[in-house]
């Protein structure tokens, strides 16, 4: 019996050493934890309170135990709280999530509130109830979320497209940049593969600079992208590799910026300049050219004077007449390639329009038809012939281009009177009276969403390297400069026409001159100087002024014009040169020409058809100015001209 006793005390001294052993162990395990650990009763007062609750809400276990728990939370959350925990309390429900009680604050002894996220649980023991809280500091998880939603924001500020994809192209961000710029939203775009989103068939450039950035931590250049809608599009772009905490690769952080305005302006610029240079040869030439032709044309004029069959004097007009026609192609070339103008005048439309037809028989495809049909007594329009002669071919042009396989381009030109109502229904219109020339072809027409740009700068709807954008626009301006408005009509598959509404003047111009008249005024046996270095030039001019009584020395140069003006001081009555010559030119010779003599007559001449030129010739004091070629009598007009005026 004893024995029975004696073992019967040991085992339960055993049991509560165990009891005692558990207890201490389950304590030491409490105050181990990270998480703050509190139990209180069912009147909320702390019955637990662990190390990592003291070092939490800086307040030691002694001073917190039998405290209500109301103490470390703020006051505007208590009730709340209270509330909480006793609905909790009746549920029976043994544990509720971390971080589902949602925004949870506490208060720490020094007054400072924080967030946390908490799990609560009960538990019965001895007929009473207990709530345990474990409660998570997340002050500096919330600093680094605000972080990151700031960050995001500023992200979504910007333009560019940003976004940050896994190594096996999967999209992990996509900024409202990268929304703009493709069209896809972000949630559309996150998860997807980049490579099926914004990435044409070939998508050896993207392997290229992925492979790149993997290998050098960062890539930056130029990648074809394509839209939602299916437009393509050229970015630039600026890749960097992103790795984890122990150094491997683990994503890839793009910004892409759309710079297909960009690339297409510079595109512009450079056929821009090469319009330019183009420009500044042809230049060259038709001064070439011209210098080639002005002999011709004047030598062909002095034989019509003195050839006396009709077989010959045909022959020598139609020499005459295919010379002004070259002539007249060198002008126009140079208008439409470099924009030469002229002064506003009294312009007769018929001529322009017959003048574009010419050129457009002689250049356009056979399978382009040409028709014209030009009103009777047309009225005149005050304006630049060179500019307007532009605007025509600038629409016969895009008629062309309208039209690949062919079709029937008309020029059609009337007089028209444009009343109120009209000009109302019509962009820039007034009231009047105006000349209408309407360009129409029956190629593809244009669609109805293009039609409100077609006159805006760089806007076409041409490949690349086959328009400018600028045709249209230069038209508009053209004809808004001289007071007038165009109007369109087109529609897909029917064709354009451009109508172009020009004021017009109420004086007629006189038509066009005919034939080369004879009875030419003569001189009197002056002696003229003239100075060019074509040989050929200088020696038709001065036969031709020969034959109409006057004299003439020849120079090749402005140097030796010098010398010859010297030599005759006192006798020389005009001077004739040119103003692009070696050794001397044609400033630096008037100059010269001017100080020996303030009172001389002097006509240059160019065969290069620029304004700047003739400005030159303005500024250096001359009398009159021809362009080359010149006809013999351009030549003696101008020379009478000069003779009889007094300076």
Same mark, same amino acid.
Request: charged share 25%; hydrophobic share 40%; proline share 2%.
């Given at each position: ?297 004047? *030598? ?110 008309? /020029? ?34 244009? *669609? ?153 007559? /002097? ?6 058809? *620029? ?20 006809? *013999? ?15």
């Amino acid at each position: 019996m004893m024995s029975e006793l004696k073992k019967h005390v040991s085992q339960r001294q055993s049991t509560k050493t165990e009891l005692q052993q558990n207890a201490e162990r389950l304590a030491g395990i409490i105050d181990s934890a990270m998480d703050a650990i509190i139990t209180v009763d069912a009147g909320h007062r702390i019955t637990l309170f662990n190390t990592s609750a003291e070092k939490m809400f800086l307040c030691s276990a002694s001073q917190a135990l039998g405290q209500s728990l109301d103490r470390f939370i703020p006051s505007r959350f208590r009730e709340d709280h209270d509330r909480h925990i006793d609905v909790f309390g009746t549920t029976h429900a043994t544990r509720r999530s971390m971080g589902s009680l949602g925004a949870v604050y506490g208060l720490r002894a020094n007054g400072e509130e924080f967030p946390v996220e908490a799990s609560i649980s009960q538990l019965e023991s001895g007929g009473e109830k207990f709530f345990t809280v474990i409660l998570r500091d997340i002050t500096e998880r919330r600093r680094v979320e605000e972080k990151l939603v700031e960050q995001a924001a500023l992200l979504d500020q910007t333009h560019d497209a940003i976004m940050v994809r896994t190594l096996d192209h999967r999209i992990l961000f996509w900024n409202r940049g990268a929304e703009t710029t493709y069209g896809w939203g972000a949630d559309e775009a996150n998860g997807r593969d980049i490579r099926e989103l914004i990435y044409p068939s070939d998508r050896s450039s993207f392997d290229e600079a992925e492979r790149i950035v993997i290998e050098r931590g960062a890539w930056s250049g130029e990648l074809e992208h394509v839209t939602s809608d299916g437009r393509a599009i050229i970015s630039e772009c600026r890749w960097s590799l992103l790795r984890d905490a122990t150094g491997q690769p683990k994503s890839i952080l793009s910004f892409n910026t759309d710079i297909t305005e960009q690339k297409k302006l510079e595109m512009k610029f450079l056929r821009a300049q090469r319009m330019e240079s183009i420009g500044t040869l042809a230049g060259g030439i038709a001064h070439d050219l011209n210098n080639i032709l002005a002999p011709i044309l004047m *030598a062909v004029q002095m034989l019509e004077l003195k050839a006396n069959d009709d077989s010959s004097r045909r022959m020598l007009e139609m020499l005459r007449t295919n010379t002004e026609r070259g002539s007249d192609m060198i002008k126009q070339i140079l208008s439409f390639a470099r924009g030469v103008s002229g002064d506003r005048v009294a312009v007769q439309a018929k001529h322009l329009i017959k003048d574009v037809v010419k050129i457009l028989k002689e250049t356009f495809p056979r399978s382009v038809t040409i028709h014209y049909k030009i009103a009777g007594e047309l009225s005149v329009i005050n304006g630049d012939a060179t500019q307007l002669h532009q605007v025509l071919m600038n629409l016969c042009v895009n008629a062309r281009d309208a039209m690949p396989t062919g079709g029937t381009l008309t /020029i059609e030109a009337e007089n028209t009177e444009v009343d109120k109502a009209a000009a109302e229904m019509m962009m820039g219109a007034e009231p009047g009276h105006y000349v209408r020339i309407s360009v129409i072809d029956t190629g593809a027409g244009i *669609a109805r969403e293009h039609l409100d740009r077609i006159f805006d700068p760089f806007f076409t709807t041409k490949d690349i390297g086959k328009g400018t954008g600028l045709g249209l626009s230069t038209v508009s301006g053209i004809v808004k400069s001289h007071e007038g408005f165009v109007d369109v009509n087109s529609e897909v598959g029917k064709g354009s026409r451009f109508t172009l509404f020009l004021p017009a003047l109420q004086s007629q111009l006189p038509e066009e001159a005919g034939d080369i008249k004879f009875g030419l005024p003569a001189g009197h046996g002056e002696l003229v100087l003239i100075v060019d270095d074509e040989q050929a030039i200088r020696e038709i001019t001065r036969t031709t002024l020969e034959a109409f009584n006057y004299r003439a020395v020849t120079a090749n140069d402005g140097a030796q014009a010098v010398a010859l003006f010297a030599r005759h001081s006192g006798e020389v009555k005009a001077v004739i040169t040119d103003m692009m010559m070696p050794v001397m030119d044609g400033a630096a010779l008037i100059a010269a020409l001017r100080t020996l003599d303030p009172q001389i007559k /002097i006509i240059a001449s160019s065969g290069h058809y *620029a304004e700047g030129k003739i400005t030159e010739a303005a500024n250096a004091g001359v009398n009159s100015f021809l362009i080359k070629p010149y006809t *013999a009598e351009d030549l003696l007009k101008a020379l009478a001209d000069v003779l009889s005026s007094v300076k």
